[in-house]
């Protein structure tokens, strides 16, 4: 094994050793502070949103009931774009890259990439398809002031953020929009970068 190979090592071991602290140092925040993400408005400008349905099921899946699954349409152009948003200010395993439940439930992810989608957000993009219809679909991480696509670097900054005993929360936001079969990704991409930089603003106050 050459230096090179031995320090990359080293530095995968740390890493890991430091977010495996994120599993015994207690959480300065209690859960009754924290934030509800219910509360985050329906009415966003030109665009009005609605709850979609989850069952238990769902909730024990995903392994908390402090998230949103909403349908936003612009009253104007009568275009859809749906929001989800799950948070949790002490539990990081409620956070985890999305993939993993499209493939589970039997889509196929078509492309990959990372892109900016406002001028402080970039995050992952991709499509998926199953059998009924395709859909473009974007993601980051928060935590506090941290707006990022990596999941590495959102839970690194949690691990340190949780042994200097300061709030650790930990959200995953993801913008999607369906593709019908003459609709381009290009159109599908500037609806969800457009609700994006809508909603931005209000990540600070609601998704802190």
């Known amino acids: 094994m050459n230096n090179k190979t031995f320090i990359g090592v080293i530095m995968i071991?740390?890493?890991?050793?430091?977010?495996?602290?994120?599993?015994?140092?207690?959480?300065?925040?209690?859960?009754?502070?924290?934030?509800?993400?219910?509360?985050?408005?329906?009415?966003?400008?030109?665009?009005?949103?609605?709850?979609?349905?989850?069952s238990e099921r769902d909730y024990e899946i995903l392994e908390t009931k402090n998230l949103i699954m909403r349908e936003y349409k612009n009253t104007t152009s009568q275009d859809a774009v749906y929001l989800y948003i799950v948070y949790s200010a002490g539990d990081r395993r409620v956070v985890h890259p999305p993939e993993i439940c499209y493939t589970g439930g039997?889509?196929?992810?078509?492309?990959?990439?990372?892109?900016?989608?406002?001028?402080?957000?970039?995050?992952?993009?991709?499509?998926?398809?199953?059998?009924?219809?395709?859909?473009?679909?974007?993601?980051?991480?928060?935590?506090?002031?941290?707006?990022?696509?990596?999941?590495?670097?959102?839970?690194?900054?949690?691990?340190?953020?949780?042994?200097?005993?300061?709030r650790t929360s930990g959200a995953l936001i993801r913008v999607s929009a369906h593709m019908s079969d003459n609709q381009q990704e290009d159109a599908a991409l500037n609806l969800v970068k457009s609700f994006s930089r809508q909603i931005e603003p209000l990540l600070e106050k609601y998704v802190p």
């Not at 602290?21 to 300065?28: D, E, G, I, K, V």
């Not at 985050?40 to 349905?53: R, S």
């Open 13 to 54: 071991l740390v890493v890991v050793s430091v977010i495996s602290l994120l599993n015994y140092l207690p959480s300065r925040y209690a859960k009754e502070n924290e934030a509800q993400m219910v509360d985050f408005p329906k009415k966003i400008g030109e665009w009005e949103g609605a709850d979609l349905p989850l």
């Open 106 to 166: 039997g889509a196929t992810i078509i492309k990959k990439s990372v892109i900016p989608i406002t001028d402080s957000i970039a995050a992952n993009e991709f499509i998926i398809e199953d059998k009924a219809s395709r859909q473009l679909v974007v993601y980051w991480f928060k935590t506090a002031d941290l707006n990022t696509y990596s999941y590495m670097r959102q839970q690194l900054k949690i691990a340190v953020k949780r042994i200097l005993r300061k």
